[in-house]
T-cell receptor, first 114, second 112 residues
Framework: DTEVTQTPKHLVMGMTNKKSLKCEQH?????MYWYKQKAKKPPELMFV???????INESVPSRFSPECPNSSLLNLHLHALQPEDSALYLC?????????????FGNGTRLTVT | GESVGLHLPTLSVQEGDNSIINCAYS??????FIWYKQESGKGPQFIID?????DKRQGQRVTVLLNKTVKHLSLQIAATQPGDSAVYFC???????????FGKGTKLTVNP
């Protein structure tokens, strides 16, 4: 089992809905990430939080809104999504110390937008 | 374009054989590389990493080779087992960067 927990595992939402994806880690990691993965494609970076501050936004549309309430939690708020936003949304965390360290991923939320 | 890519999108091997998965990268500033395994319905799982001051690193049944001259990375899996069937991604970044970039992935199928 992964040490990064994502909920829900599956989510179906309409284009007018508002929903949130949640991610939690208790490894003491100080960087947290959101990636988007389409079928048969590699994960693509969306956002990075470093020490609870947003450090990277990869030009993600504003209908995706990240939030980092504390160093263990990461949310992704969804509003007015499009069908093409259907994908696997992966959360990850890393130590974010002096040297680069591997990202540890959760098992993702499978999102379907109808 | 993508800075990390793969030579083969699929690889099929017999159980017990050794597997070699290749990866090319184009960012000469990259100095940290990771191999991930992703099984169906799961997130990427860390396998092994290597920094640019090394050219080889070994783990349990896996070896990563780094050739900085030709910007090439490979993952060798010894005595491949059916449980090794998955998609394998290489990923890269450089010191001080928080952006980990993934390659396209290779689907490994192990035949019994």
């Amino acid at each position: 089992d992964t040490e990064v927990t994502q909920t829900p595992k599956h989510l179906v939402m309409g284009m007018t809905n508002k929903k949130s994806l949640k991610c939690e880690q208790h490894m003491g990691h100080r960087a947290m990430y959101w990636y988007k993965q389409k079928a048969k494609k590699p994960p693509e970076l969306m956002f990075v939080y470093s020490y609870e501050k947003l450090s990277i936004n990869e030009s993600v549309p504003s209908r995706f809104s990240p939030e980092c309430p504390n160093s263990s939690l990461l949310n992704l708020h969804l509003h007015a999504l499009q069908p093409e936003d259907s994908a696997l949304y992966l959360c990850a965390s890393s130590l974010r110390d002096r040297d680069n360290s591997p990202l540890h991923f959760g098992n993702g939320t499978r999102l379907t937008v109808t | 374009g993508e800075s990390v890519g793969l030579h083969l999108p699929t690889l099929s091997v017999q159980e017990g054989d050794n597997s070699i998965i290749n990866c090319a990268y184009s960012n000469s500033a990259s100095d940290y590389f990771i191999w991930y395994k992703q099984e169906s319905g799961k997130g990427p799982q860390f396998i092994i990493d290597i920094r640019s001051n090394m050219d080889k690193r070994q783990g349990q049944r896996v070896t990563v080779l780094l050739n900085k001259t030709v910007k090439h990375l490979s993952l060798q899996i010894a005595a491949t087992q059916p449980g090794d069937s998955a998609v394998y991604f290489c990923a890269e970044n450089y010191s001080g960067s928080e952006k980990l970039v993934f390659g396209k992935g290779t689907k490994l199928t192990v035949n019994p």
